[in-house]
């Protein structure tokens, strides 16, 4: 699985950050490595170095071989709690897909 991470410009992602990204989006999402070919992470601050709630914003989108991309987002105080959320939104997407596929 190729994780790639984005981010708009108003943040810049830093190495310990994507590092830690890295890890957490392996460690959580391992059990669906097999199906997943790639997985691009979008980070946004919708307020830019203004102050607001929930104004950090993470989009995963998962490309699933032979599969359209599966997309998801989550809006956080800060980054590292939406990029958390999503994380769930899309385990819980990729158990309802690959699940419908192992029934048929």
Sequence with gaps: MTIQLNSDNNLTLHEAFRT???TLLNEELSRFSGH???LEAHFSDENGHKE???DKLCKLEARLEGMKPI???NHGNNHELAV?????KLKTTLDTTLGRLNNH
């Design 20 to 22: 830690q990204l890295n």
């Design 36 to 38: 997943i070919t790639r």
């Design 84 to 88: 958390k959320g999503a994380i769930n």
């Design 71 to 73: 997309l998801v987002s």
């Design 52 to 54: 607001g709630q929930n």
